[in-house]
């Protein structure tokens, strides 16, 4: 190598994940400083003070937030959204064929049952512990519990409506088999349209399509290229939407934080305590004992590769947007098979929810502690099996658990309507348990994927 070759400036260029993290931090300290500089008083002297709404926010910053970050941080989640359907088909299609075997798809099956079994059971536990050692309701004080449920009582009564919708389990499970393939598609992603169940139907279907190639492989070589080409395709439009993720998500966060600020947080403090802490437990303590009981992978080695889609999880609040990058992330930089990461992750995207299944227990008890009913230790047990059951049929997108949160209040007789006292912190929530499902579901990747040979992350710098 020359001397001028070797006296070039080395250009470094900025990690993806480390943009994200610098977007997501502006967006929450431009949100909340936007948020207090609207409830400063008037400047003195002023003669017509500008007008406040509700809230104490000036109508400028609810028009900045409605017309143009909120906007800008959809366009974000739709730039994601609009390949998921064709990404999780053809990804789970894939995984069969590679796979080749029905026989050992079914065993690839069972252990990830297995290992999603074992850390939603831990999750449910472990929030359900901590609220009844904490009591984060018995701190707030009827005054305020009154007025969050008046503030929120529109959102609550809706989300009421959606949870008498659902339907039993034995029309969940008949459901699951799709009569109508692409009715389901049409209405998988917002679950309005779709008779029977949605995204779940459509991954049953399109394990059956996979499962149907590997009976026929040489007449199907050129649908299993179609595959190919789609979920090409969809992993080049992840790739735009990730490159405007920094800004995306920050307006995202933005959002929340103008409209909210500090308040609720305040006023909601001892819950929000305990759901950070059952969810930092779970991440922390539950997953590297997993991994390092049933994987070949030591916790740092996969925290360091799993980040990025940590961080996307967390802007996103949106197991089902972030799954592009949970796939990416698996094959690139924790090196597991394609097979076991594409079947692992699109099936945990709905199938794995932990971190909801947890939140989902917390929420319950702490009703039951706001509203003053006291749940035996048998309502207790049924809890924590409904949560894990209700994780597994949450939808992967924002607020999907809500509805059945109240299932599961009304279920033990706590009044459905108090949902609407944790409404105004739901989405900041959403965030951290969405970062504990993703990574949830790499978990389990990873550890079903301890039986094969798995490559070498790249070099981190």
Partial sequence: MSHAESSEPVVRRVPLHTKILVGLLLGVVLGLAANWLARQPIVAGAENPIDQNADGLHDHLEWFVLNITEPAGKIF????????????????????????????????????????????TTAVVLGIALVDTIKPGKSLPPEKRDSLEARYSKKAAVKVEDAKKVKPLRDLIVDMLPENPLQEMVGAIDGKSSPGNGMLAVMVFALIFGAAIT???EKCTSLVGWLEGLNTVSMVVIGWAMRVAPLGAGCLVFSITALLGFDILVTLFWFVVTV??????????TYPVVLLMFSKMTPRRFFRGAREAMLVAFGTSSSSATLPTAIKVAETDLGLPKEV????????ATGNQNGTALYEGVVVLFMAQVFGIELSLTQQIQVVLMSILAGVGTAGVPGGSLPLIVVLMQSVGVPGEGIGIIMGIDRLLDMCRTVLNVTGDLVVATCVAGGEAVAAPPDAS
């Fill in 215 to 217: 009976t026929a492989p």
């Fill in 341 to 348: 990461s594409r079947f692992v992750l699109t099936v945990g």
């Fill in 276 to 285: 950070i802490a059952g969810l930092g437990l779970h991440l922390l303590v």
């Fill in 77 to 120: 989640l739709r730039l994601m959204f609009m390949v998921v359907l064709p990404l999780v088909f053809s990804a789970l299609s894939l995984a069969v064929v590679e796979i080749g075997d029905v026989r050992k798809l079914g065993r690839l099956g069972l252990r990830t049952l297995f290992y999603t079994a074992i850390l939603s």
